[in-house]
Nanobody, 123 residues
Framework: VQLQASGGGSVQPGGSLRLSCAVHGLDLDYYAIGWYRQAPGKERDWVSSISSSSRLTNYADSVKGRFAISRDNANKTAYLQMNSLKPEDTAIYYC?????????????????WGQGTQVTVSS
């Protein structure tokens, strides 16, 4: 199983980025996907998650209204569209997969993790 996050980079405040998470070795029809981030010197925090069918989505308060999560099961890829970026969004972003949508945002760790992609928001 492999989850590959990409799309990070450096942007100015107010800018946008779109992260992708390519999933290999899992049938995405049965897995929820989530995004987490870890800023320097801080714990890894949950950002957003989407259910296997895309019917349910959830967002941390800090990104609500600015970020949008989506997925394409046929192409085994999930996305995180990030708009109106702020310096406090600077972090390494990770994608994760788990059969249970309810895992994301809870204390339980998802089953599968990808490597991170760096997002830097700075003027």
């Amino acid at each position: 199983v492999q989850l590959q996050a990409s799309g990070g980079g450096s942007v100015q405040p107010g800018g946008s980025l779109r992260l992708s998470c390519a999933v290999h070795g899992l049938d995405l029809d049965y897995y929820a996907i989530g995004w987490y981030r870890q800023a320097p010197g801080k714990e890894r925090d949950w950002v957003s998650s989407i259910s296997s069918s895309s019917r349910l989505t959830n967002y941390a308060d800090s990104v609500k209204g600015r970020f949008a999560i989506s997925r394409d099961n046929a192409n085994k890829t999930a996305y995180l569209q990030m708009n109106s970026l702020k310096p406090e969004d600077t972090a390494i972003y990770y994608c994760a997969a788990d059969p249970s949508f309810g895992v994301f945002g809870s204390r339980v760790q998802p089953n599968y993790w990808g490597q991170g992609t760096q997002v830097t928001v700075s003027s």
